[in-house]
């Protein structure tokens, strides 16, 4: 799509739809990640495969920074382009939960530093399974990202995904429906009200949530700053920090395309050239458990600071 017309689309509709993004093979990869992680994770919902998992997981660092979805997210924020967080929402066949309706930029802790760049981010919903009525896809609320963000409530009254849902009416009959087909990608508005049912049916509703900033977007929350990888361009000093893109160590982590070349493919795509030690890794991984289960509202859980 030409890069006026979606930007002209998003601003005016909160939303664009991009057919074919992503080729076959790599969302089967996809795939297979998901199962991979979760018989990793037993314990956790596969609507809750959070970015603290993405720390260390040399395939998922391969997909969100694939070529063709930095190339869309350029055309919006510009070439400087690094990760803010990334997230599977995999709903699983007749017991998928619904995401209430809500904002994304009501949990985003965001700074513009450069007012000649957008704040971002770069919303990209990636199709890993397709994505219909029937099994729950994303619904929004065309337009609604002209108003305010609006406060949060918390919602454990009902099971849902994020436990949260926006404090003001929402008409749910101006709703459409996000149908999208694997490697297909639609692109929402920090602002716009979006949400998705509940998957009912007898197919698997999975997609992946990636979110683009440009470097000049400071990102205030501390325990957030773990998930920053810048992917093109160059980084701004004494904005954010970046870490190391993970290394592929086999019998560990999922084999994929390219995994026997990408501890040397890395270096010459990351900014960062120290690598974590093996203790540092280990630290990591417990970090990123700890702070997963805050995420999946754990009661005993701490959040990290």
Known sequence: MEQRILREELDREGYIIVRNVVDKKLIEEASKHIEWLLKRNPGIRPEQLHHPLIWLDPFW???????????????????????????YICKPARTGLPVLWHQDGSYFPLEQTDPSVPLGPVNIWLAVDPSVPENGCLRVIPGSHKIALQKLNERKDVENVL?????????????????????DIS??????????????????????????IPTTTRLKDATLNNNLFLLRGKPVTGVNVYRPWPRFIKGKHLEFA??????????????????????????????????????CGDPAAKKIN
């Open 61 to 87: 660092v391969r997909l969100i920074s694939d070529n063709r979805l930095l190339d869309v997210a350029e055309q919006l924020i510009g070439p400087n382009i690094c990760l803010f967080s990334s997230h």
């Open 163 to 183: 436990n949260t849902e926006i404090a003001c009416e929402v008409d749910d009959s101006k709703a459409v429906d996000i149908i999208l087909q694997p490697g």
């Open 187 to 212: 692109i929402h508005h920090a602002n716009i009200i979006h949400g998705s049912k509940a998957n009912n049916s007898d197919m698997r509703r999975c997609g992946l949530t990636i979110r683009y």
């Open 258 to 295: 390219g995994s026997s070349d990408w501890n040397e493919y890395k270096k010459s795509r990351q900014f960062v050239t120290t690598e974590f030690t093996e203790d540092e890794e280990r630290e990591i991984e417990n970090l990123g458990q700890a702070e997963l289960k805050v995420m």
